[in-house]
């Protein structure tokens, strides 16, 4: 019988993973060594596909087809091609669930229909069709690193709030890239057992999952190896990717905010802002240098203590999200057993701190 491989398919980045023993190994692309594919996916207008890395690389070029029309995040394109980011946030909605801000950003089809479409020149994908190009991604990356290997049955994680039209959607995914889903796991769930924390006799944890894009808190008891979810919260449209535009505006604050605006300026600011905010987990500060012929260039020095200035209000929020988790769980904070940190937005040392101060207990994020 054919091994089972995991898969998380996240808002931002996804991965796939192989039991090898004892222990889960993550599967690296063979050609680049990466472990984590974007979850962005480009059609061109020729309708060829491209995902991760391959799909940023090709926007610049799908944006000067279309007019200029692309956007910081989400979806961009018009009638010639399209690059659609954070799909997640669509699976499973209805036409009538799409939320007025995201039809003024994102192109729709025929918002009558009962489930959401994007619209891609003449063409309509539903989300799920957008998914199942990751995941087919991720398959064809761990066939090429293990040769001799069919990827057919997979475990996909989906959060805790995840309805079932939400969760059908995703099983919908996984079938279109020729896939078996033998089963979908809660990411708090997943998050835990990859702590081992099922080998509780009994217990509460708190698993505080902070993205790239979204944010959810849950709380789980634990109790003969089984997890129930007691409560969980979060916001969809909180996350890394909210640092980095803050970090943005500080770096273009000088400029004319026509210049600001424009798309290609602003995505090689965010760039360059993604990489100082990694840089400042383990450093106290990083240089920003943006050059634009013919004459634009900037640069600017970014400390730790500054970034936690303009990550505060973020991570304030989080943290609210978790109080009404904990009150709808009805629990207080020296009840939790352990607190896990998931996403690569817990990788800031300030939201360590905040956490581990809210909770009285040093989180885990050794994984």
Not at 21 to 41: C, F, W, Y
Not at 242 to 271: C, K, Q, Y
Not at 311 to 326: E, I, M, Q, S, Y
């Amino acid at each position: 019988m054919a091994r089972i491989f995991g898969i998380d398919l996240g808002t931002t980045n996804s991965l796939i993973a192989v039991m090898d023993g004892e222990s889960a190994r993550v599967v690296a692309d063979p050609n680049t060594g990466a472990t984590i594919l974007p979850s962005v996916v480009a059609i061109a207008p020729d309708g060829a596909v491209y995902v991760g890395e391959k799909a940023i690389e090709v926007e610049p070029q799908l944006a000067l087809k279309n007019d200029g029309a692309i956007h910081a995040t989400g979806f961009s394109g018009g009638d010639m091609g399209a690059v659609i980011r954070s799909v997640k946030r669509f699976m499973g909605l209805g036409s009538t669930e799409i939320a007025p801000e995201d039809q003024a950003r994102y192109t729709f089809a025929d918002l009558t229909g009962p489930v959401a479409r994007f619209q891609v020149g003449k063409r309509a994908y539903t989300p799920s069709q957008i998914s199942a190009e990751i995941l087919h991604a991720l398959k064809e990356r761990a066939e090429a690193a293990m040769p001799g290997e069919k990827v057919e049955r997979v475990l996909i994680t989906v959060p805790a709030y995840f309805n079932d039209g939400q969760r059908q959607a995703t099983k919908d995914a996984g079938r279109l890239a020729g896939l078996e889903v033998v089963r979908l796991v809660n990411e708090p769930t997943a998050a835990s057992l990859a702590y081992g924390l099922q080998k509780l006799a009994e217990g509460r944890v708190a698993v505080y999952d902070f993205g790239g894009g979204t944010f959810d808190i849950s709380i789980l008891n634990v109790k003969g190896g089984v997890f129930e979810v007691l409560a969980t919260n979060g916001d969809t449209h909180l996350g890394g990717d909210d640092l980095d535009a803050a970090i943005v505006n500080w770096f273009l604050a000088d400029l004319p905010e026509s210049i600001r605006n424009e798309r290609h300026i602003w995505n090689s600011a965010r760039r360059l802002a993604e990489d100082a905010k990694k840089k400042l987990s383990s450093v106290d500060e990083a240089e920003l240098i943006l050059e634009i012929p013919p004459d634009l260039r900037l640069r600017e020095k970014l400390t730790r203590a500054h970034l936690e200035q303009l990550a505060k209000p973020f991570v304030d929020r989080t943290l609210g999200r978790c109080r009404l988790a904990l009150k709808d769980a009805k629990l207080d904070p020296g009840q939790i057993d352990a607190v896990v940190l998931v996403g690569g937005s817990t990788r800031t040392p300030l939201v360590r701190r905040e956490v581990a101060k809210m909770f009285g207990r040093e989180p885990l994020c050794s994984l």
